[in-house]
């Protein structure tokens, strides 16, 4: 241990000695990774398994933020024999960090896929295209995301229920949600919505900013509570909590994959890229799975199901290139059907209204060029604390209600995200290309302000009435898909955010900001120019201008009861049609749920595990 933190400290020295800013972090991210990981468990890593089985009785597709917690609990009954395919690798040492969740996205971790170009929305990124980050990595999006930790709203899940979803009601769910958690925050310590005890860590992050408190006070003085938005209620302000352990990122793959890396009856296979599944044509029952791997083409067979985990993407397109979906479209590229559905129907994302930027004159935010990479960098390597803990750059959400929202039923419309930074903030270094942002916009209307401090407020909407599609480009496997989520084909959506927008600037005029001689940065976009600023047609301008989502698409297999035209899995998650063949991710959500999704997603994980062995264990003695 100390030979590593030498490591660390000869590494810091270096990079000081060039300068200091944290775009040499991830020149330090060698020490930081000998040390840390060290520290936790020197044989952690999960194991590659290079010699596969001919036949397992589970075969898991996707190794992310579902995958992962249905690998765990299929392998908790030692007679089952389960692979786990990932088309990506194991995490690295940046995933481990996280404050530094941009320079996974655009890395090799990343699926990097891009939505279709559109008129209505994304008008200020390159070639009118929102980049849709995706986690191609052990772990998921759960190594790539923000680490919220939001479960969504209880009406949520109750209106799944009342869709003909019976068993995914809000008191059925809850138990699932409190058997995965381990919150390690004492003022939630003994409440019956957390758990304490399980495999993910959830606690809000180490280090402050003096905003993040200006923020949940700013809301008491506009009308809203101080809660845990996990809790009873809600609607309300709150200190964001994360998936993080001691400082340190905690992905599912952290959570749910290594502490069971020596179990025999699990094979995790990485790198390897399923093509398709292999579907008995005239029984129609799921028998194996294709994949690729070191360049070779694999094949492996499934006793009892296979089960869909890659995501709201690749979950249909491997089902599409399998024969399952809509017919005309499979027809449109040459696919023979073998069971007419839905798939890639129905796709939802959470869409927010990036830009809007708050300036103060105090050093209470961050500014990438004024912290000392060597400091900082050595605060979170010895002592888990500092800003490189920071939530993905987040620190404060919300939830709040439009005139748009009921508000007697607790169930708010608008999320805020608050983070002590905004797009200025790395000076052009990352952020920028991480959303896609046009160049010029960038200069005209950010670079001006590269060595202020500032911070910003996201309004996110939270259950868009506009759907969208995934598709084939091509029957080619290695084809990215096409998709479009159609942000804002439904009017009512950009009406609801620009609401939400006029909501948050009261927040950021809040008394409680003057202290840090807080105002509002008032450069207009330069296409929004033609409208008044800060009018209801500027803020839609720049709700379509600065279109940004946090990678929440899902709905893309939808479930549902048999008599729903839209519906691709039964209640139990099990496809129409199919035999053997499951689908446990976020592409079985029906409606997308009221916040950040990767809670329930890990939930849903939880309840088909516990289902697949309900089914089983009846008659598989």
């Known amino acids: 241990m100390v030979f590593n933190v030498l490591i660390a400290s000869s590494?810091?020295?270096?990079?000081?000695?060039?300068?200091?800013?944290?775009?040499?972090?991830?020149?330090?991210?060698?020490?930081?990774?000998?040390?840390?990981?060290?520290?936790?468990?020197?044989?952690?890593?999960?194991?590659?398994?290079?010699?596969?089985?001919?036949?397992?009785?589970?075969?898991?597709?996707?190794?992310?933020?579902?995958?992962?917690?249905?690998?765990?609990?299929?392998?908790?009954?030692h007679r089952w024999k389960v692979l786990l395919l990932e088309a990506g690798p194991d995490e690295n040492e940046i995933s481990d960090v996280p404050s530094l969740a941009a320079y996974l996205q655009l890395s090799k971790l990343d699926w990097a896929y891009k939505t279709e170009p559109t008129n209505k929305a994304c008008l200020?990124?390159?070639?009118?295209?929102?980049?849709?980050?995706?986690?191609?990595?052990?772990?998921?999006?759960?190594?790539?995301?923000?680490?919220?930790?939001?479960?969504?709203?209880?009406?949520?899940f109750?209106?799944?229920?009342?869709?003909?979803?019976?068993?995914?009601?809000?008191?059925?769910?809850?138990?699932?949600?409190?058997?995965?958690?381990?919150?390690?925050?004492?003022?939630?310590?003994?409440?019956?919505?957390?758990?304490?005890g399980g495999l993910l860590t959830v606690q809000e992050a180490p280090w402050h900013t003096p905003l993040v408190a200006a923020f949940v006070e700013a809301g008491t003085e506009i009308g809203y509570e101080n809660r845990d938005i996990n809790g009873e209620r809600q609607t309300g302000f709150m200190i964001a909590q994360g998936t993080i352990r001691r400082g340190s990122r905690c992905s599912t793959?952290?959570?749910?994959?290594?502490?069971?890396?020596?179990?025999?009856?699990?094979?995790?296979?990485?790198?390897?890229?399923?093509?398709?599944?292999v579907i008995d044509p005239e029984t129609k029952h799921a028998v194996g799975v294709e994949f690729f791997r070191g360049g070779k083409r694999h094949y492996v067979r499934a006793r009892k199901e296979i089960i869909m985990s890659a995501g709201s993407i690749?979950?249909?397109?491997?089902?599409?290139?399998?024969?399952?979906?809509?017919?005309?479209?499979?027809?449109?590229?040459?696919?023979?059907?073998?069971?007419?559905?839905?798939?890639?129907?129905?796709?939802?994302?959470?869409?927010?209204?990036?830009?809007?930027?708050?300036?103060?004159?105090?050093?209470?935010?961050?500014?990438?060029?004024?912290?000392?990479?060597?400091?900082?960098?050595?605060?979170?390597?010895?002592?888990?604390?500092?800003?490189?803990?920071?939530?993905?750059?987040?620190?404060?959400?919300?939830?709040?209600?439009?005139?748009?929202?009921?508000?007697?039923?607790?169930w708010p419309d608008i999320q805020f995200h608050m983070a002590p930074a905004s797009l200025n903030s790395d000076g052009g270094a990352r952020v920028k290309k991480v959303l896609g942002l046009r160049e010029d916009l960038y200069k005209e209307v950010f670079h001006p302000i590269e060595d202020t401090y500032s911070w910003t407020i996201m309004p996110l909407l939270l259950r868009p009435r506009s759907r969208g599609w995934v598709r084939l480009k091509s029957n080619n496997p290695f084809h990215y898909p096409l998709m479009n989520p159609n942000y804002f084909e439904d009017p009512f959506d950009a009406a609801t955010l620009v609401e939400g927008a006029?909501?948050?600037?009261?927040?950021?005029?809040?008394?409680?900001?003057?202290?840090?001689?807080?105002?509002?940065?008032?450069?207009?976009?330069?296409?929004?120019?033609?409208?008044?600023?800060?009018?209801?047609?500027?803020?839609?301008?720049?709700?379509?201008?600065?279109?940004?989502?946090?990678?929440?698409?899902?709905?893309?297999?939808?479930?549902?009861?048999?008599?729903?035209?839209?519906?691709?899995v039964d209640p139990r998650l099990r496809v129409y049609g199919i035999s053997g063949l499951r689908?446990?991710?976020?592409?079985?959500?029906?409606?997308?749920?009221?916040?950040?999704?990767?809670?329930?997603?890990?939930?849903?994980?939880?309840?088909?595990?516990?289902?697949?062995k309900e089914d089983w264990l009846g008659h598989d003695r």
């Open 583 to 612: 689908v446990i991710d976020a592409s079985i959500m029906p409606t997308i749920v009221s916040g950040n999704t990767n809670a329930a997603v890990i939930m849903i994980g939880e309840k088909g595990a516990h289902m697949i």
């Open 158 to 196: 109750n209106h799944w229920e009342s869709l003909g979803n019976p068993g995914w009601a809000y008191d059925d769910v809850l138990q699932f949600f409190v058997k995965s958690e381990d919150n390690r925050n004492p003022y939630l310590a003994r409440n019956p919505y957390h758990g304490q």
């Open 502 to 568: 006029k909501i948050a600037l009261r927040v950021g005029d809040a008394k409680v900001f003057k202290q840090f001689g807080n105002r509002l940065y008032r450069k207009p976009l330069p296409n929004c120019k033609q409208h008044k600023f800060l009018s209801d047609e500027y803020l839609d301008c720049q709700v379509r201008t600065i279109s940004m989502t946090i990678y929440h698409p899902v709905g893309t297999a939808k479930m549902g009861p048999h008599w729903d035209p839209g519906a691709v």
């Open 11 to 77: 590494v810091i020295k270096t990079a000081t000695v060039v300068g200091s800013s944290l775009w040499l972090i991830p020149f330090l991210l060698g020490a930081i990774s000998y040390y840390r990981y060290d520290r936790v468990d020197p044989e952690s890593r999960v194991i590659n398994q290079e010699a596969l089985l001919p036949e397992y009785d589970f075969i898991v597709v996707g190794g992310g933020s579902a995958g992962a917690v249905v690998a765990n609990r299929l392998t908790e009954i």
């Open 314 to 410: 690749n979950t249909p397109q491997i089902l599409m290139l399998s024969g399952i979906g809509p017919r005309a479209h499979l027809e449109d590229v040459g696919i023979t059907t073998i069971q007419d559905l839905p798939v890639g129907e129905n796709l939802q994302d959470h869409v927010g209204m990036g830009g809007l930027t708050f300036l103060v004159d105090k050093p209470v935010a961050i500014l990438q060029n004024r912290l000392e990479a060597g400091s900082v960098t050595m605060n979170y390597v010895i002592n888990e604390r500092g800003p490189m803990t920071i939530l993905g750059g987040l620190e404060g959400i919300a939830f709040v209600n439009t005139p748009f929202a009921n508000v007697t039923d607790d």
């Open 253 to 277: 793959a952290k959570a749910f994959l290594r502490p069971i890396r020596l179990r025999k009856n699990l094979h995790i296979a990485m790198n390897s890229h399923v093509s398709k599944l």
């Open 124 to 156: 200020g990124m390159v070639n009118n295209r929102c980049n849709w980050p995706r986690g191609k990595v052990l772990g998921g999006s759960s190594v790539l995301n923000y680490m919220i930790y939001v479960r969504g709203n209880r009406n949520d």
